[in-house]
């Protein structure tokens, strides 16, 4: 069945270090990809999202490419900050069953990032 | 503002005692959905709902249940709550299925 899965954290990081999180996935089909933030106390928020091989999504600094030969689809930034300190999930839709609209999730990166 | 609601925030039950976690959203979107959250598993569908009135399991649909009569709302009900259901619970919601979903604050529940 179709999976993802994200290097495991925590991730700790200092003020303006670059910033890379794995995520992989298994996927029947052509699914689109994202990447949602968690900050402490909230709830789940997209940060970007790829629907197609070679799409860059970037938002807020953040950029993941959708590399369909390694299927893979990483966070990347180049410069962190203490706000960014959250947990990180890399997800992808379903698209072996479309119609559920399901959300596979990744278990999660915690990023910790310290002045 | 465009949200995904959910009430309460937090809740300490007890073991069988029925309770109901409440789902709303503004955006008059047809899709909606439940997840649970727990550590190393990431989130995984409890039940979705494509319409009013249409509702299907998810993944982990025992001990749960849902109903849609109107379009904002989306209710998670456990009859009779068990500690395994202890839980972090995230209602979503989309305009369709394919669409990006929105995620309302999440329901820390634990049962005893």
């Known amino acids: 069945g179709n999976s993802v899965t994200q290097m495991e954290g925590p991730v700790t990081l200092s003020e303006e270090a670059f910033l890379t999180i794995n995520c992989t996935y298994t996927?029947?089909?052509?699914?689109?990809l994202f990447w949602y933030v968690q900050y402490p106390g909230e709830g789940l928020q997209l940060l970007l999202k790829?629907?197609?091989?070679?799409d860059k999504g970037s938002n807020k600094g953040f950029e993941a490419t959708y590399r369909k030969e390694t299927t893979s689809f990483h966070l990347e930034k180049g410069s962190v900050q203490v706000s960014d300190s959250a947990v990180y999930f890399c997800?992808?839709?379903?698209?072996?069953?479309?119609?559920?609209?399901?959300?596979?999730f990744g278990q999660g990166t915690t990023l910790q990032v310290k002045p | 503002e465009a949200q995904v609601t959910q009430n309460p925030r937090y809740l300490i039950t007890v073991t069988g005692k029925k309770l109901t976690v409440t789902c709303s959203q503004n955006?008059?979107?047809?899709?909606m959905s439940w997840y649970r959250q727990d550590p190393g598993l990431g989130l995984r569908q409890i039940y979705y709902?494509?319409?009013?009135?249409?509702?299907d399991k998810g993944d982990v649909p025992e001990g749960y249940k849902v109903s849609r009569k109107e379009k904002r709302n989306f209710p998670l009900i456990l009859e009779s709550p068990s500690p395994n259901q202890t839980s972090l619970y995230f209602c979503?919601?989309?305009?369709?299925?394919?669409?990006?979903?929105?995620f309302g604050p999440g329901t820390r529940l634990t049962v005893l």
């Open positions: 997800a992808l839709s379903d698209l072996s069953s479309s119609n559920t609209g399901k959300l596979i």
């Open positions: 709902s494509m319409n009013v009135e249409v509702t």
């Open positions: 996927a029947t089909g052509y699914p689109s």
């Open positions: 979503a919601s989309s305009y369709k299925s394919y669409n990006e979903q929105f």
């Open positions: 790829a629907t197609k091989a070679d």
């Open positions: 955006m008059n979107h047809e899709y």
